[in-house]
């Protein structure tokens, strides 16, 4: 894919939501670390409940540290692993209390040194909390960048770099929630909403689920308004 074709995208992607953010409910960066750190293997819906309940009793290390492990996994039980995620959680925050004065760092060696906290985890804080220009690759992320030709890539950090490489600097900070939006809501995994799609011209994705007759000519009217100078490939194919 051209750079042409991925600052159409992504310019795309603002002019629909100029301030994209995480779905994930929290107010301070310590409440992202603990919402980022149980959102594995969970939605997003599913931990902002449990949060809510933990958050209305304790919402700072020292306070999470007081629960108890197992009051700490009988207040997230409602999601999976909860467990395993209550013991990291406790040694995560005893980290926080004992090294960095119960603030989360903004550094990735300190972050990555957390308990549960791995290379994705760290990426949404530095982007999230802290405003890096970071990539946290997900499964949408990663089926995003690989279908539409943006940044394709057989592993998770492939991916990342060759992002964090040809994504247009101006776009940089909020393309990690521009991408997850768009993978959960359009560019889904079993069967793609290619006729909703606003960058459905741009991308490359050999099998696109096909619009209704009527509804693909007036999608492409659309188009043609809205872009009129950029076609389809435009300037080579993928690389």
């Known amino acids: 894919m051209n750079p042409a074709k991925r600052h159409e995208i992504f310019s795309r992607l603002h002019a629909a939501n100029p301030h994209p953010a995480t779905e994930l409910e929290y107010s301070t960066p310590f409440e992202l670390l603990v919402a980022v750190v149980l959102s594995a293997q969970a939605t997003d819906k599913g ?22 492990e197992a009051r700490l996994a009988e207040t997230i039980k409602t999601i999976g692993l909860y467990r395993s995620k209550a013991k990291h959680l406790i040694a995560a ?13 903004a550094e990735r060696a300190a972050l990555e040194a957390l308990p549960g906290v791995g290379r994705k985890t760290a990426n949404v804080i ?73 960058i459905e011209d741009l991308c490359e994705y050999k099998y696109k689920t096909p619009a209704a007759p009527e509804a ?5 009217s659309a188009r043609t308004a809205r872009s009129p100078t950029l076609r389809p490939n435009a300037g080579g194919g993928k690389r």
């Open 47 to 68: 931990v902002n409940l449990a949060t809510r309940r933990l958050f209305a009793v304790a919402n700072t290390p020292e306070a999470i540290c007081a629960l108890g």
């Open 93 to 105: 925050c005893q980290m926080l209390i004992e090294r960095h004065g119960s603030q989360v760092p």
């Open 126 to 198: 530095l982007n999230t909390a802290f405003g890096h220009p970071t990539m946290a690759v997900d499964t949408h992320i990663f089926r995003v960048a690989n279908r539409t030709g943006l940044a394709p890539g057989k592993t998770v950090l492939e991916v990342e770099k060759k992002l964090l490489r040809t994504v247009p600097e101006e776009f940089l900070v909020d393309a990690h929630h521009w991408l997850i939006l768009h993978g959960r809501y359009v560019c889904q995994a079993r069967k793609p909403k290619c006729p909703e799609c606003l």
């Open 216 to 220: 693909g000519k007036q999608k492409h």
